[in-house]
């Protein structure tokens, strides 16, 4: 916009780039990014084949935009973001590698803030973004970054279009976090739903749905050799006692053991060391409370600990779960299961259905692992003098399951 005298003009651009290379832009501790789109809502801009890297802000920052198509580029060494979407509209972020997004040194803060970090931020920055439509993420990679690989909203549920398909994380490890994909509903969604994902090696889960939707579904989806695997929870308080309507839902799911790339490379002397128990699926749960998509807070860390009170009438079901290669220990030596009960979940642990799962190649004590209360958990205001005691009220059914290189002794069909 420019005036002259009573005058007001207005002009319009776009940008077109390809094979470009940006470096060491981005100004520290603000939004300018080193490419960044805002207010660019009239014609067509494009970026493709281009290099961005190494800056002390955000990578990408895309406000208030539309008609951007984003493709075949390197979004590399950035903080505390590297690639960001905020309401906007016709945005397109296509077979992109995004890496190297560390926190950043300049935070003033005190011990309880944190950086809101992530490698992809899909209209999630500030919570519930209505102003987003029409985005689509696909067949992009974030390798290593901070707190979360992607953190974004679901697609519709059913809508098997590949907006959002195709997209791979490892590698993602941050304060007291490290998720593949952070995924919630997007305003107005009643059910909210992820499709061909792929995560490895994240320090804690490789998929992780937390909706405050009625129903969550996750389908299609492969996770490899992550500390907690994969696993949801759904905010339900207002349909507490209506199973039927509040539903967490896995289907068509692979939940591989360690699979070749050790967490101590080279006896210790290869730049990290991570001895930690692993197992691939989290038990469920509802509350009464959710979480944002970018926690700025430590106490509410990792983003699956449970901070709220357990909802009562949450219905979860897993479809065609296939669990590979599980051993009773990593090559650490530490405990590793297919899948075990929620480390936070001490109120209530809902009814777990199982139809069609695969078991190959799982001995016969890594199966699952339901512990006992902690006695950390006999908080007086919470469950008295002694621990809550969900994990002793605990019912997973499995129908027409399957074994494959191996049956445990008590191995059914159903059981």
């Known amino acids: 916009m420019e005036v002259y005298g009573e005058e007001i003009k207005f002009r319009t651009g776009h940008t077109i780039m390809d ?3 940006i470096h060491n832009c981005s100004q520290i501790d603000t939004f300018k990014a080193a490419l960044r789109f805002e207010s660019a809502g009239t014609l067509h801009s494009s970026v493709t084949n281009s290099a961005i890297h190494n800056g002390y802000s955000w990578g990408l920052y895309v406000k208030s935009s539309a008609n951007i198509h984003i493709k075949d580029n390197i979004f590399f060494h950035f903080r505390p973001i590297g690639v960001g ?3 906007s509209k016709n945005i397109t972020f296509d077979n992109n590698l995004v890496g190297g997004i560390v926190q950043r040194t300049t935070l003033d803060a005190t011990k309880d803030l944190v950086d809101k970090m ?4 899909i209209c999630a920055y500030y919570g519930a973004d209505p102003a987003c439509k029409d985005i689509k ?9 901070g707190y979360c690989g992607f953190c974004m909203p679901g697609h519709d549920c059913g809508d098997y279009s590949g907006k959002y398909s195709g997209n791979v994380a490892h590698s993602i490890r941050g304060v007291k976090s490290g998720h593949g994909l952070f995924m919630k509903e997007a305003p107005g969604q009643s059910c909210t739903e992820f499709s061909d994902f ?5 320090y804690y889960n490789g998929a992780f749905m937390y909706p405050g939707a009625k129903q969550g579904k996750m389908t299609r989806m492969t996770v490899v050799d992550n500390r907690q695997g994969m696993g ?3 905010v339900n308080k207002a349909s507490e006692y209506e199973m039927d309507l509040v539903d967490l839902t896995f289907r068509d799911i692979k939940v591989y053991g360690e699979y070749g790339n050790p967490d101590c490379p080279q006896n210790g002397e290869g730049g990290y060391c991570i001895k930690t128990k692993k197992f691939g699926f989290f038990s469920a749960v509802g509350t009464y409370k959710g979480k944002d998509h970018h926690i700025g807070t430590s106490s509410p860390l990792p983003p699956h600990k449970i901070k709220s009170m357990s909802s009562w009438g949450t219905r979860v079901e897993l479809y ?25 979940g001490s109120d209530l642990i809902p009814m777990h259905e199982f139809y069609d799962t695969k078991f190959i190649n799982v001995q016969e004590k890594a199966l699952g692992y339901f512990f006992e209360p902690p006695q950390g958990w006999a908080i007086i205001k919470d469950c008295g003098e002694w621990p809550c005691t969900a994990p002793k009220n605990t019912y997973f059914s499995f129908v027409n399951t399957k074994f494959e290189k191996g049956r445990p002794s008590f191995g059914t069909a159903n059981f």
């Open 19 to 21: 094979s470009v290379e």
């Open 85 to 87: 979407v905020l309401s």
């Open 118 to 121: 992530g490698g992809v931020s």
């Open 137 to 145: 993420v696909r067949n992009n990679i974030v390798a290593g970054a």
């Open 198 to 202: 792929k995560a490895y090696k994240c």
């Open 232 to 234: 949801g929870m759904i």
């Open 320 to 344: 065609n779960v296939h669990f590979i290669n599980w051993k009773t220990e990593t090559e650490m030596g530490m405990p590793s299961r297919a899948f075990e009960l929620h480390p936070w």
